[in-house]
C-alpha cells in the first residue's frame, strides 16, 4: 500500500520559515521523481518545486532563491525548505510522487501554511 505523508505546514509571519517533510512508502522511492505542489482558495494547483530520481531540481519562479527542495533516498523523504515566506505563499502544499516511465502517480493529504502577521 502507497502512503505519502506531508508534515510540517504551520502558521509563520512575514520573512519567516518553514520546513515541509514528506515521507513516502510502498514505493521504490529512489526511482520516483518527487515534486511540491500548492494550492492556494480559489487557484488551480500549481508547481512548486521538483526534484528528479537523479537530483535534478526545478522551481517555479515565484520560489526561486527562497525554497529549496531536497530529498534522502535513504529515508524515502523529501523536503521544501522554504524561506523568506511571503503572504502569497499561504496555499495548501502537496506532495507528489510520479513515475512517468510506468505511469504512477501518488499524492498527499497536504498540509496548511499560512503566512501572516
Known amino acids: 500500500q502507497v502512503q505519502v505523508v506531508e508534515s510540517g505546514g504551520g502558521l509563520v509571519q512575514p520573512g519567516g520559515s518553514l520546513n515541509l517533510s514528506c515521507a513516502a512508502s510502498?514505493?521504490?522511492?529512489?526511482?520516483?521523481?518527487m515534486g511540491w505542489y500548492r494550492q492556494a482558495p480559489g487557484k488551480q494547483r500549481e508547481l512548486v518545486a521538483i526534484?528528479?530520481?537523479?537530483?535534478?531540481?526545478n522551481y517555479a519562479d515565484s520560489v526561486k532563491g527562497r525554497f529549496t527542495i531536497d530529498r534522502d533516498n535513504a529515508k524515502n523523504t523529501v523536503y521544501l525548505q522554504m524561506n523568506n515566506l511571503k503572504p502569497e505563499d499561504t496555499a495548501v502544499y502537496y506532495c507528489?510522487?510520479?513515475?512517468?516511465?510506468?505511469?504512477?502517480?501518488?499524492w498527499g493529504q497536504g498540509t496548511q501554511v499560512t503566512v501572516s502577521s
Open positions: 510502498g514505493i521504490t522511492f529512489s526511482s520516483y521523481v
Open positions: 507528489n510522487a510520479q513515475r512517468p516511465s510506468a505511469r504512477l502517480m501518488y
Open positions: 526534484c528528479s530520481s537523479g537530483g535534478t531540481r
